[in-house]
């Protein structure tokens, strides 16, 4: 049974590009989460979605930052204009309802 | 919105010693978990436990959602448990997003 699956794992972004960091939930499970987690910081929510739904965006950045979860394919966090304050480790959780988080292993972005 | 607190932030055990691991919330919640992250940044489910207490080898948990607690047992320390420990709480009203503590950091020495 397959675990929550991201990609890239590590990500090289210039200052000015676009970031898209992909996440399959676990199967059977309908809801996604993204936490942002800085060097030596604990996890930050950003986003909860559900298929084709934003659910609770309030820890999202207003500007660059937004989330999809479509009807078909994975959950994507996109990240346009990068800085390099956006260097991170992006995580990715899923769940069956409103439950216990199974956590991917994260993509670490780097932007020089 | 809710608070949690971790203590102690920092932990450094003898290879062999116990713990105990506390996690404050601030409001009641509907779920509650216990993470470790280890040094490759991987994070392990430990326990889901909104209340009660449970077992799982040497690590066990107990929360006391009355009293807005939860404690985190590590008996028989070894150094593969080195890493950060998260106690994470989903409020129930309000949103349903779950939010971290700050972790409490551990390193367990041979």
């Known amino acids: 049974n397959a675990g929550v699956m991201q990609n890239p794992r590590h990500l090289v972004r210039r200052r000015g590009q676009e970031a898209r960091l992909r996440c399959s939930p676990m199967k059977g499970h309908s809801h996604v989460y993204w936490y942002r987690q800085l060097p030596e910081e604990g996890l930050k929510f950003m986003v909860y979605l559900q298929k084709e739904n934003i659910i609770d965006e309030s820890g999202m950045p207003k500007e660059r930052f937004s989330a999809e979860f479509p009807k078909e394919g994975p959950s994507i966090l996109r990240i346009q204009q990068v800085v390099r304050g956006d260097s991170a480790a992006y995580f990715c959780a899923s769940s069956p309802v409103q439950g216990e988080l199974f956590f991917g292993e994260g993509s670490r972005l780097t932007v020089l | 919105g809710i608070q949690v607190e971790q203590s102690p932030p920092d932990l450094i055990l003898q290879e062999g010693a116990n713990s105990t691991l506390r996690c404050n919330f601030s409001?009641?919640?509907?779920?509650l978990q216990w993470f470790h992250q280890n040094p490759w940044g991987q994070l392990i489910n430990l326990f889901y436990i909104p209340s009660g207490t449970k077992q799982n080898g040497r690590l066990s948990a107990t929360t006391v959602a009355t009293e807005r607690y939860s404690l985190l047992y590590i008996s028989s320390s070894q150094t593969t448990d080195s890493g950060v420990y998260f106690c994470?709480?989903?409020?129930?009203?309000?949103?349903?997003?779950?939010?971290f503590g700050a972790g409490t950091r551990l390193f367990v020495k041979a």
């Open positions: 994470a709480v989903e409020r129930g009203t309000g949103g349903f997003k779950t939010i």
């Open positions: 409001d009641s919640v509907n779920n």
